[in-house]
């Protein structure tokens, strides 16, 4: 008999745990050798506790020592023995489908990937999709389609692109001069989503060959002008010295001119200074008193 936890309805109170039989809680000596046989080589922890079941059974809790089964429990019954989980023990996470697991971007080469029934992105060709473009194509004779994506579906789609990459708040967006709605690369889309959404046409823009938000922007718009200035800063007075006259400044020529006269007149009167040289013939003047 396999524990199994009380759960609880809603609106119904839960009835109170049957007690546990005093015969079968002292029987902890005899549950903890079932539960050695059990372990073989591994010895078996202590004694954690006894929980009722139902029919007037009991299950004894022991420890166990078990290498990768930290935190699991020896549980043992009237009929058998097994590891349980405790209420630290690492375990799986619950499973899950695989068709939830499933994320955007991990449909390879060769991969099928069917819708749920009752999908309700999509509706039946022959119902009102809500989009006259759509309409269009789903009754032309033997090229309608099964089913075509409903109201749901679009706007489901929608809120998926515009909270994306290519949406208005991406980070190229915000840093964008100009919205791709203004572009010449710009294709709209068809329907009802012509007004939000459309697929980039530029090879040079990152978002080329994406759905687009219209307010999403980048640097390859169409009307993008760039100006065009030297890489190098050039100062607003410019000085071309190929083409200038050199003339000598006036107050240079006035201070040559006065140092040249300044010498002229230092010379002179040095000449008038300086006495004429005595006539080698003529007699020394006589002492006085000769």
């Given at each position: 008999m396999t524990p199994t936890p009380n759960s609880?309805?809603?609106?119904?109170?839960?009835?109170?745990?049957?007690?546990?039989?005093?015969?079968?809680a002292a029987a902890v000596d005899l549950a903890h050798a079932a539960a050695t046989e059990e372990a073989g080589p591994e010895p078996v922890g202590r004694h954690v506790g006894v929980e009722p079941e139902t029919g007037g059974a009991a299950t004894h809790l022991f420890e166990t020592n078990l290498a990768g089964y930290h935190?699991?429990?020896?549980?043992?019954?009237?009929?058998?023995?097994v590891l349980l989980p405790g209420p630290d023990a690492l375990v799986a996470p619950e499973w899950v489908p695989w068709q939830q697991r499933v994320q955007a971007g991990d449909l390879g080469v060769g991969d099928l990937m069917p819708t749920e029934p009752g999908d309700p992105r999509l509706v039946?060709?022959?119902l009102a999709s809500d989009d006259s473009a759509v309409e269009d194509v789903a009754t032309d004779v033997g090229?309608?389609?099964v089913r075509v994506m409903s109201r749901?579906?679009?706007l489901e789609s929608a809120g998926r692109w515009q909270s994306g990459q290519f949406g208005p708040r991406s980070e190229m967006a915000r840093g964008a001069p100009k919205r791709c709605g203004r572009c010449g690369f710009y294709l709209p889309l068809a329907g009802s989503l012509r007004a939000a959404?459309?697929?980039?046409?530029?090879?040079?823009?990152p978002a080329d060959g994406h759905v687009v938000h219209v307010e999403y922007g980048c640097g390859a718009h169409s009307e993008v002008e760039l100006e065009l200035?030297?890489?190098v800063p050039v100062a607003d007075l410019v000085?071309?010295?190929?083409t200038m006259d050199i003339e000598p400044m006036l107050s240079a020529q006035r201070d040559d001119d006065t140092a040249q006269d300044t010498a002229q007149d230092t010379a002179a009167d040095t000449a008038d200074g300086v006495p004429e040289p005595a006539d080698v013939d003529s007699p020394p003047p006589s002492a006085e008193g000769d």
């Open positions: 609880s309805i809603p609106g119904i109170e839960p009835a109170d745990e049957p007690a546990v039989d005093p015969a079968l935190g699991w429990r020896w549980a043992v019954t009237v009929s058998e023995v039946p060709a022959y090229l309608g389609r749901f579906g679009r959404f459309g697929v980039c046409g530029n090879e040079l823009s200035v030297s890489p000085y071309d010295d190929t």
